[in-house]
């Protein structure tokens, strides 16, 4: 499995064809059809934390803050 963390525009097109999961802290836009995940901005700004997990069988584990906790008044809201 690769991994790919993305943190400038002009590599993210590399990355992408060669990454499973690409991280960015750019805000992606364009579909891309190779990592089989995406973390970028804005699904870390609705979840939070993000933790991922690989089981013996190389299956992922993806958990996250608001997934543990929800959302509540002490959440910030994002738009």
Request: charged share 25%; glycine share 4%.
């Amino acid at each position: 499995m690769v991994i790919a963390v993305s943190r400038h525009p002009a590599a993210l097109r590399e990355d992408c064809l060669r990454a499973d999961i690409l991280i960015s802290q750019l805000e992606l836009r364009l579909p891309f059809r190779k990592p089989s995940l995406i973390l970028d901005r804005a699904r870390s700004l609705k979840q939070r934390t993000i933790a991922i997990f690989m089981n013996a069988d190389e299956s992922l584990i993806i958990t996250s803050v608001t997934g543990a906790l929800g959302r509540g008044p002490w959440s910030r809201t994002v738009r």
